[in-house]
Nanobody, 115 residues
Framework: QVQLVESGGGLVQPGGSLRLSCTASVSIFSVNAMGWYRQAPGKERELVARFIGGRRTDYADSVKGRFTVSRDNAKNTVYLQMNSLKPEDTALYYC?????????WGQGTQVTVSS
């Protein structure tokens, strides 16, 4: 069973920054995909940013230029650096790992952008 543990969420003012971390209980070196999704109240879960394979990245249009996904294979950890945060970025952020036809989710970490 793969476990994903997220951290780094919190309350930040508009224009501020946060960095989320997601550590997996397995090696992430060769997983099919790993990254971040978010779900705001009353909305569907949506892709934020992810790695596909080893190096290719995929970003939602709404976060391009502001968010950066990165990884440390030695630590089995994926990060999401979020800059220039906006109130509309407020959501529960989930880590996701896909490998060998199975999808795993973390418990989520809350990000609230408010003055």
């Amino acid at each position: 069973q793969v476990q994903l543990v997220e951290s780094g969420g919190g309350l930040v003012q508009p224009g501020g920054s946060l960095r989320l971390s997601c550590t997996a209980s397995v090696s992430i070196f060769s997983v099919n995909a790993m990254g971040w999704y978010r779900q705001a109240p009353g909305k569907e879960r949506e892709l934020v940013a992810r790695f596909i394979g080893g190096r290719r990245t995929d970003y939602a249009d709404s976060v391009k230029g502001r968010f950066t996904v990165s990884r440390d294979n030695a630590k089995n950890t994926v990060y999401l650096q979020m800059n220039s945060l906006k109130p509309e970025d407020t959501a529960l952020y989930y880590c996701n790992l896909v490998n060998m036809g199975r999808s795993y989710w973390g418990q989520g970490t809350q990000v609230t952008v408010s003055s």
